[in-house]
């Protein structure tokens, strides 16, 4: 009896171990960097898959603005021209969507990062901006 529940003590303790360490089914390790408290939510998250075509959404704190920076898997890095992002100024949220006339037309397979530069919305952009880094994982 004493060797049955210290093997079940042994299988309950290696598997809370294991839970612990594992990556969820998106991609985002349980020790990924927390965003700073202006960046409110990325999507793509840190370590996602998404598809070809998928838009990068960034919602800042509803007082900041910014611009975002994409770094292709095995191209330049730009950022995103005005005239291609999408702005919802009073929620601080920005977004940007390859497609047709847009700096990329569909993301390649592999890892792009992505930056956003962000700063209050009542003042002018900054030399050095505030900026938050984070990858995903494009799909095939």
Do not use: C, H
């Not at 991609?27 to 965003?35: E, F, K, S």
């Not at 960034?58 to 603005?65: K, P, W």
């Not at 390649?108 to 984070?134: I, M, S």
């Amino acid at each position: 009896m004493l060797t049955v529940v210290l093997m079940l003590g042994a299988v309950v303790t290696l598997a809370i171990i294991g839970l612990s360490r594992a990556e969820t089914d998106t991609g985002i390790a349980r020790d990924a960097p927390l965003a700073p408290s202006a960046v409110e939510a990325v999507i793509p998250g840190p370590g996602e898959l998404s598809g070809r075509q998928d838009t990068i959404t960034v919602d800042l704190r509803d007082d900041f603005t910014g611009v975002l920076l994409v770094q292709p898997p095995d191209g330049p890095a730009f950022e995103v021209p005005e005239d291609q992002m999408d702005r919802v100024v009073p929620l601080g949220r920005l977004s940007w969507r390859p497609g047709e006339n847009q700096e990329l037309e569909r993301y390649q397979a592999g890892n792009y990062k992505v930056t956003v530069l962000y700063w209050p919305q009542a003042k002018p952009r900054p030399e050095t901006p505030a900026g938050y880094t984070w990858t995903f994982r494009a799909a095939l």
